[in-house]
């Protein structure tokens, strides 16, 4: 298996899949081997030739593919065909400043790198808006996906009529931090519309820290947006402790990155009856 494919999205006309660290790529050593960072010391021709493999794998051309720079903020840019290939070859080229995309052009493919953050992709049927989202802990503290989900509302896309998808990222079961950062995650948990409990535990293994589940601050986020609970899905996968996925955490500075991708296929399909 060389990506994580979403058939929910599928179902709906669009091409939404994670793809694998361990997929057939050309990177060797620590990037092994489908590393898709350009920024993470690999060599820079072995991550294109690993960017046209992925976008064969998803089923995208690479020429058709938008990076976003990824600054862990909370900006999103709304692109549009013109951008097709930006970032694909050069991280000087990506959109810069920004930690979500979001489009309404068909057959263009948005894309979000990641290695231990939660990448996450948001789809509109109905409306035909996609989005993609880079949520560490800093965007999550500052609220990306729920800003992801204000930029698709103004091409249209409505909350109730979203699918949203949670890739491969660390969990609380190995993601464990300082003070400092579960300060920022609770102010912005307070802020949400939720009875769920605040997903952190005392750590076991270092006296003063907590184990912080990360992706369920994004899936209450996008609750509290609108989005309903049985329409977010969730790969389940830890990048730390599961085998096949690219960790900072772990591997540190020679952690390469996989990927989200998210685009509309170009034929409109009809849709029959509403998601829920």
Not at 22 to 28: E, L, T
Not at 152 to 173: N, S, T, V, Y
Not at 202 to 215: H, Q, Y
Not at 219 to 239: I, K
């Amino acid at each position: 298996m060389d990506a994580l494919r979403l058939l929910q999205f599928e179902e709906y006309g669009a091409i939404a899949q994670f793809t694998r660290a361990d997929a057939p790529g050309v990177s060797c050593d620590s990037f092994a081997s489908l590393n898709l960072g350009l920024h993470v010391g690999d060599d820079p021709e072995a991550v294109r030739k690993n960017r046209r493999i992925a976008a064969d794998i998803v089923g995208l051309s690479e020429t058709r593919i938008v990076y976003a720079e990824q600054v862990h903020g909370a900006r999103v840019a709304i692109v549009h065909a013109k951008d097709a290939g930006r970032g694909a070859y050069d991280t000087k080229d990506a959109i810069q400043g920004v930690d979500g995309l979001v489009t309404s052009a068909r057959g263009l493919g948005l894309a979000i790198l990641a290695a231990d953050c939660t990448p996450v992709l948001l789809y509109d049927p109905y409306a035909g808006v996609i989005g993609a989202a880079h949520a560490g802990w800093k965007g999550t503290a500052q609220g990306v996906v729920m800003a992801t989900i204000e930029e698709m509302k103004k091409l249209g896309a409505h909350p109730e009529d979203m699918l949203i998808a949670l890739g491969p990222a660390i969990r609380g079961c190995c993601y464990e931090v300082d003070r400092p950062v579960t300060d920022a995650l609770t102010a912005m948990y307070r802020n949400l519309k939720t009875q769920e409990s605040l997903p952190f535990r005392a750590s076991e293994r270092t006296p003063g820290r907590t184990m912080v589940d990360l992706p369920t601050l994004v899936r209450l986020q996008a609750e509290t947006a609108g989005v309903p609970h049985e329409q977010v899905v969730d790969t389940s996968v830890c990048t730390h402790c599961m085998p096949g996925f690219f960790s900072h955490r772990k591997q540190r500075a020679k952690a390469g990155r996989h990927a989200g991708f998210i685009a509309i296929r170009p034929r409109r399909l009809s849709l029959r009856g509403r998601l829920r």
